[in-house]
């Protein structure tokens, strides 16, 4: 019996030292990033160069004559989380709850996972199934089609005239905002699921192969490329001149916009044993960052540093980019809350249970949260208290978008164009 105790004693010495070593080595094993300067797998195409699956359908009015131009509203919504920090809060605006009856509602046939973009009375919203839709925003009639050679799950980006899209065929593409038609192409070497964000010029995004790239938003010629050695499927944020990214990996990676140079990278662990991974997309109000790991742990981050301020336990899974405004920091998960953190130290201002799975970012507009579930419900909160004042009957991924005249829901596979309580009389 003794022998037994000394043998099963020094088996587990040997199972700890086993652990110890393996964490070191894990430790030890973190990709540090770097310049990618060769490019391997990296392409980019034209316009006159074609790509199996790619196809364009212009609409046109029922007289067969193209459609007049629409009144215009704002502010444009140009890109996934309404600007390049990703914060998705519109607190200017005071639509006030939504209100029945819709102005329009489309059946759009498919899954919309993320939210539409918008500018010049044209709404565009990409469908899983490989499609970007371009719809007059006014009467949600569809203006073009465009069919692209994978799944498209992102937000389109807005530049100018041009309209980028990624797709997880690997590729980004800019489309003419006008019928759809590609002006270029660049091929990764993994899916894209990032939501491109422009600025001056210049399209950012990343890759599942571990790269974030800076492309000519004119040519989409390669100004820069990253690896930060790690899957990514979250979509870069920026302010000022840093562009921060999360990871599969564990990581967040800062870097400068200009030329990619790292300016710092943190990882986090989950236990003694595992690092965190991150699905959400980093958001920041310049001062920190936030995001949320996939085990339901939000993280806020030093902007200048890297160094993490504060954590706070959620739920058992999180994929939700959190919301930023009003000095705090709104997110969901899968256990049913929306709760609402002081973004300077993470303590809990409020928390509000609706039962269902909350997949996606909310929506701040003027003093409502808005957020839909997978168990097919959309709900809006006060920001300041988190008191329930709106449910709706469909829902599922990302609510939607707002102007200063309507809010565009995008339910699943609804779009609809909805007034609010304040909105101002067509």
Not at 74 to 98: D, H, I, M, S, V
Not at 117 to 145: P, Q
Not at 363 to 386: E, H, M, P, Q
Request: charged share 20%; hydrophobic share 40%.
């Amino acid at each position: 019996m003794r022998k037994k105790i000394i043998l099963a004693a020094a088996a587990l010495v040997l199972l700890l030292g086993g652990i110890a070593v393996a964490a070191v080595i894990r430790a030890n094993d973190r990709p540090s990033g770097a310049l990618d300067t060769d490019l391997e797998g990296v392409s980019v195409s034209t316009a006159s160069e074609t790509v199996p699956g790619e196809s364009t359908v212009a609409e046109t009015t029922t007289d067969g004559q193209p459609a007049e131009e629409k009144p215009q509203e704002g502010p444009c919504w140009l890109t996934f989380g309404g600007n390049p920090q990703r914060t998705f809060a519109r607190t200017e605006l005071r639509l006030g709850k939504p209100v029945r009856p819709t102005v329009w509602a489309r059946g759009m046939k498919d899954v919309m996972e993320y939210p539409p973009s918008f500018c010049d009375g044209k709404l565009y919203v990409n469908l899983e199934r490989g499609k970007t839709v371009a719809l007059d925003a006014k009467t949600g009639r569809i203006i073009w089609t465009r069919k692209a050679a994978g799944a498209t799950a992102s937000t389109p980006a807005i530049a100018g005239p041009i309209l980028v899209v990624s797709s997880h065929d690997g590729s980004v593409s800019g489309l003419a905002r006008s019928n759809g038609k590609r002006l270029w192409r660049v091929q990764t070497g993994g899916k894209v699921e990032s939501s491109p964000v422009v600025l001056d010029d210049t399209a950012y995004f990343a890759s599942t192969d571990g790269r974030v790239f800076a492309a000519n938003v004119k040519t989409g010629a390669i100004r820069w490329a990253y690896n930060a050695g790690g899957r990514m499927n979250s979509s870069p944020s920026i302010y000022g001149n840093r562009l921060c990214v999360s990871t599969y990996t564990g990581a967040v990676f800062c870097l400068r916009r200009d030329n990619g140079q790292k300016l710092w990278s943190t990882y986090v662990k989950r236990d003694v044993l595992r690092y965190e991974s991150f699905y959400a997309s980093a958001s920041t109000d310049g001062a920190r960052l936030y995001t949320t790991s996939r085990a339901g742990k939000v993280v806020a981050f030093s902007a200048r540093t890297g160094r993490v301020i504060w954590t706070q336990q959620m739920g058992p899974l999180g994929y939700a980019t959190p919301a930023i405004a009003y000095g705090r920091v709104y997110v969901g998960s899968y256990d049913g809350i929306m709760r609402a953190f002081r973004a300077t130290d993470g303590a809990l201002m409020w928390r509000h249970f609706v039962g269902g799975r909350i997949h996606a970012p909310a929506l701040i507009v003027g003093n409502l949260v808005l957020f839909s579930t997978l168990d097919g419900k959309t709900y809006a909160l006060r920001a300041s208290d988190g008191q329930q004042v709106w449910r709706f009957n469909a829902g599922e991924y990302a609510v939607g978008i707002a102007t200063n005249r309507h809010y565009y829901l995008s339910l699943n596979g609804l779009l609809l164009a909805i007034r609010g309580a304040n909105s101002p009389k067509d």
